[in-house]
């Protein structure tokens, strides 16, 4: 348990790293080609264009970085107070400050987010706007300060110590060893870490003195995983095999490395072929000089020749050809030795639950576990909380359950109180790994849109035409909500909120929280397992519908069953989502239920959601909600 905990703060720090460069790659890109291009042993040398290779390096990138992640942590503000204090690394050193933006940046945006919190209420009104804007001054500049006089001095000696370190490796040819590190730290989703918290800035300082840098190569060289692909399209069984060739292709071409990651999970002993591909492909890098000038992303050949400078192109096309021979070699006696059963399905879901988030290559494996259940009695919703989303998803299976003359038990709960008998279990998509951890031998369903999904019908008709004892339970299900205590202060009109905007989803999680709070629904500290709960999977529900509401952990946070409606014409992005209806949820002692049964059925109708949309008081907004 320990190792794994370990494990995943590693994988959410390298995230964390991740979030603040891969937004600013067009950035890197940019400086990579003006390099590559103007300065003196690029391919159109020009010494007055070469002088934007410099300040870009030096300020641009490194303010982006501190930016960045000065509004991961608190937005717009965090991002201001951030990259002023990212000013202070850079200015107190003489190398490019990619490592103390990735410090001080989010540091920034933390302390200005305390400020904000430790005010907030307690401002008068017409003072906002005077308070905001000092005290992100005050405190952007004190932070710059500091930066200059300590932390520019501390980080400067860190990556001093990186350098001498790599210098060491290069000269004692041991370069190709840090394959050992590096390839299974690519499967287990810990490079992110390794590549934006080492690679990148060491690499920007070599790039800066030489004009390429071959640690750039370590993580980026594409041999080792299209050597193991290319193993299976020629010695792999049955759906490995088959897929192996299309995956290949869209890890060479389409840069998406982690497309080979479950083949390796499914033989664990293939790892063992691309180390010895990333090995011989350093040590082809190292012997024929090879180098990039810029990141590659990404991490497609294409990528990959277009950062590399000239007359480097033998030396790294090399390195990845010798990498994918040998990563072949390995990998094809592996295959053809071993009798282990090879499960892509298994393979891919596992890599998704190691990586703990919605993998975006998954979809090409998996499939629903098993075969649908005979003599189904009951069905499960499940979420990380089980007081909003698969309340509401149960709700409106209900629903069509009661049309037919099915008699099955609909119920939801959270995802860690799944119980081991349960028969179907519907999960949003993020979520399923986990349900299927938890119980492994259950029908799993995964759905991407609660509110209107086609997996309810496509359920209940196979449910029609399967062998079903009706179950004896629904009476007990339908009781729950026909008996729950009605508890008008649960949605009131103060509670409704029409025509706001809001940039960012934190920021409209935040404003519904806070109605919340005032409203003695929730303690305060609610708020922030909201914005906990939207990171673990959104809480985007499908039809223009978000219902933010707390983790599992917040239930004790609770004091009383709530509601607020927000409603934003012009919406806002829920990971990609536009979002319009925004209800936000407090639920104890199932108190809620009845109400957000409502809201499902009402939102499962998009005409009903142009009304409350465009509807222009919020007694009707109510009244839409009530009579569905």
Known sequence: MAQSNIKVSVQKFGNFLSSMVMPNIGAFIAWGLITAFFVPTGFFPNGNLAKLVDPMVTYL???????????????????????????????????????????????????IKKFDQFIEGKVKTGFEMLINNFSAGILGGILAILAFLGASPAIDAFTGWLIVGVDWLLAKHLLPLTSILIEPAKILFLNNAINHGIISPIGA?????????????????????????????????????????????????GGVHEIYFPYILMRPLLIIGAILGGMSGVFTFVLLDGGLQAVVSPGSILAFLAATPPGGYFANIAGVLVAAGVSFIASSIILKTGTQ???????????????????????????????????????????????????????????????????????????????????????????????????????????????SSPEYDKLINQLKNSDIVHGTEEKTAVSLEENIDH??????????????????????????????????YVEGNYVEAMI?????????????????????????NVLKSGFTVIQVPEGVDFDGQKVRLIFGIAGKDG??????????????????????????????????????
Do not use: W
């Open 61 to 111: 990138l490194p303010l982006l970085i501190g930016y960045t992640g000065g509004k991961i942590v608190h937005d717009q503000r965090g991002g201001v107070v951030g990259a002023i204090a990212t000013m202070g690394v850079i200015v107190g050193s003489d190398i490019p400050m990619f490592l103390g933006a990735m410090v001080i940046g989010p540091l920034g945006g933390y302390v």
């Open 205 to 253: 300082e070599q790039i800066r003195t030489s004009g390429k840098s071959i640690l750039l190569l370590l993580e980026a060289n594409l041999g080792p995983g299209f050597g193991v692909l290319l193993a299976y399209s020629f010695f792999g069984k049955g759906t490995a095999k088959k897929s192996a060739p299309g995956a290949a292709l869209i890890q060479f071409v």
């Open 487 to 520: 508890n008008n202060d649960l949605l009131s009109e103060a509670n409704i909120f029409l025509n706001q905007q809001f940039s960012t989803k934190e920021e409209a999680i935040r404003f519904a929280g806070n109605v919340l709070v005032r409203g003695g």
């Open 341 to 451: 059963r090879e499960d892509l399905d298994a393979a891919a879901r596992k890599m998704q639950a190691m990586k703990g988030k919605k993998s975006p290559v998954t979809e090409n494996f998996t499939k629903q576990q098993g075969e649908l259940p005979t003599n189904v009695q009951k069905i499960i919703f499940a979420c990380d909380a089980g007081m909003g989303s698969s309340a509401m998803g149960a709700s409106l299976l209900r629903k069509k359950i009661k049309q037919t003359d099915l008699d099955i038990l609909v119920t939801n709960t959270a995802v860690s109180n799944i119980p081991n008998d349960a028969q179907i279990v519907i999960t949003q998509e993020e979520l399923t790994p986990r349900a299927q951890h938890k119980v492994p031998n259950a029908y799993h369903i995964s759905v991407g849109n609660f509110l």
């Open 591 to 628: 108190t809620h239920l009845e109400i957000l049964s409502g809201i499902a059925i009402t939102c499962s109708d998009m005409a009903n959601i142009e009304k409350m949309v465009h509807t222009k008081s919020a007694k009707e907004l109510m009244a839409i909600i009530q009579n569905n």
């Open 532 to 556: 906990e709960r939207e990171n673990i999977t959104s809480t985007y529900m499908g039809n223009d519908v978000a219902i933010p509401h707390g983790t599992e952990e917040a239930k004790k």
